[in-house]
């Protein structure tokens, strides 16, 4: 995590970019915004508006430092709403991963010491940039921001009128909307496992892009190839399977097959504070489905168990998207809550 007192300098931002990350931060939930101010002696209660205006007169005025808010965050996004890949490390030994002055050298060699261990405060690079290396002998953290725009359609803003010749025009209005794309590739140099981590953006976004995009930033030192990407078609049936047996961690909402002919065959439940099994033909037919097809979309929650071993104090809503092993948390969450629900659904994998 990030050691403030450790970064590479103060930077120079535009307003444009100090609005957006302002932004950012009262985007999060009301109680991690708390939590930032009282991590730099700020404690102010209001309205996300008044905390704007509150927030841009601190800045303004040098009370309240920009990268205090970035670094603050960078921490959090990563276990906010995310998608994520989940992969095996190398089969070839590791040893030298863990060793401190190994990767130290192995950066410097590529020019990228400057990112270890330190946190670079960058708001909206238009290309993709390493904004930290974070390492030690137990786990490696590598996390790289991008400027992403689009344009969102938005029907208060069309007009009408009329052309020339008199005839009718519609004007349809559309919004930009600009975000801080962050992405982060943890590799667990005990238990040799990685995943890669990407803050959610549009429906219709291309995550694998994206992870290409990252993976080519970090390639002169660290080999995609020796990755196995984990195949997440096995834990959809699996969890469907004790569910069935009442021994589930999940509550289902949604679950999708694809057979042996490529049919699809889906079942929801008929809200998501219900689940998806307890009807005779729907259990039915999903059992026989789930023993001869491959799981293609696992909509679950998560559920706290009550013991030492589950953390969770609520459901923790997940999307298993089987068919291109990818997870999606489509709400915010605690660290602590990301990385049990991921360590569960890997346990399922084998």
């Known amino acids: 995590m990030v050691d403030r007192t450790r970064n590479v300098g103060t930077g120079t931002f535009t307003e ?34 008044v905390l704007r205006q509150w927030i841009e007169s601190a800045v303004e005025d040098g009370s309240l430092s920009i990268d205090s808010i970035v670094h603050f965050v960078d921490e959090v996004i990563p276990w906010g709403k995310q998608h994520v890949y989940m992969f095996r490390g190398p089969k070839s030994p590791i040893a030298n ?15 990228m ?39 969102e359609r938005n029907d208060e803003y069309d007009t ?3 052309s020339p010749k008199g005839k009718d025009v519609v004007l349809k209005g ?49 080999d995609r190839s020796l990755f196995t990407e984990m195949d997440l078609r096995k834990p959809i049936a699996k969890l469907h399977e004790l569910e069935e047996n009442g021994l589930g961690e999940i509550r289902s909402q949604t679950i999708n097959y694809r057979t042996m002919q490529g049919r699809r065959i889906e ?34 929650y998560w559920m706290p168990a009550g013991n030492n ?27 602590l809550s990301v990385r049990y629900v991921l360590s569960r659904i890997r346990s399922h994998c084998n």
């Not at 991963?97 to 020019?111: A, I, P, S, Y």
């Not at 330190?118 to 590598?142: G, T």
């Not at 504070?273 to 491959?294: H, N």
């Open 16 to 49: 444009v970019e100090k609005k957006q990350i302002i932004s950012d931060l009262l985007s999060l939930k009301k109680e991690q915004i708390a939590a930032f101010l009282g991590s730099v002696g700020k404690k102010k209660n209001g309205t996300k508006e």
């Open 97 to 111: 991963w863990r060793d401190e002055t190994w990767v130290f050298n192995l950066l410097k060699k590529h020019g």
């Open 160 to 162: 009408t009128m009329k």
């Open 174 to 222: 559309f919004e930009r909307e600009i975000v801080r794309s962050l992405v982060a590739f943890e590799w667990d140099l005990v238990l040799n496992e990685a995943t890669l981590q990407i803050a959610q953006l549009p429906h219709g976004t291309e995550y694998s892009t994206i992870a290409d995009e990252f993976f080519e930033l970090t390639q002169d030192w660290i």
């Open 309 to 335: 071993r589950n953390p969770l104090t609520s459901d923790v809503h997940v999307i298993v998207v089987g068919a291109q092993n990818r997870i999606n948390f489509p709400t915010p969450n605690e660290e």
């Open 267 to 300: 079942a929801k439940s008929a809200s998501m504070a219900d689940p998806l099994l307890g009807e005779q033909p729907i259990d039915t037919m999903l059992k026989a489905v789930r023993k001869t097809g491959v799981g293609q979309i696992g909509n679950f």
């Open 113 to 151: 010491q400057k990112y270890l261990n330190k946190s670079l405060p960058l708001i909206l690079p238009e290309a993709m940039q390493v904004s930290s290396i974070w390492h030690n002998p137990k786990r490696l953290r590598i996390t790289a921001i991008k400027k992403r725009d689009w344009y």
